[in-house]
């Protein structure tokens, strides 16, 4: 399975920014994926994660959605009202599961990761 993560880039405060992550190798509704970021000097956070129902952080959710495309193999994460601190390399990651349960937010469930792509917020 690999996963291929696009659309981060530099954007103003207050911005939004529209994240996508394809799946190919395995079969997509096989798989819950999850987003993940991980800020200069800090640890990787859960963000988002999305199986048939989706699961999000607190603080991020209202201004962040995931969601699925299941006929395109992608996920995407809508960011919206981005702030300086949602600055970080964000990671798309998929883990085997059943459609209908609960995805994770723990990284150590998760086996497959994509490269990374970085959102850089401005202030």
């Known amino acids: 399975v690999q996963l291929q993560a696009s659309g981060g880039g530099l954007v103003q405060a207050g911005d939004s920014l529209r994240l996508s992550c394809r799946v190919s190798?395995?079969?997509?509704?096989?798989?819950?994926v999850a987003w993940f970021r991980q800020a200069p000097g800090k640890e990787r956070e859960f963000v988002a994660a999305?199986?048939?129902?989706?699961r999000y952080v607190e603080p991020m959710k209202g201004r962040f959605t995931i969601s699925r495309d299941n006929a395109k193999n992608t996920v995407y994460l809508q960011m919206n009202s981005l702030k300086s601190e949602d600055t970080a390399v964000y990671y798309c990651?998929?883990?085997?599961?059943?459609?209908?349960?609960?995805?994770?937010?723990?990284?150590?469930?998760?086996?497959?990761w994509g490269q990374g792509t970085q959102v850089t917020v401005s202030s």
């Open positions: 990651a998929a883990a085997a599961g059943h459609y209908y349960n609960i995805p994770s937010n723990k990284q150590t469930e998760y086996d497959f």
């Open positions: 190798g395995g079969s997509f509704t096989s798989y819950h």
């Open positions: 999305i199986a048939w129902s989706a």
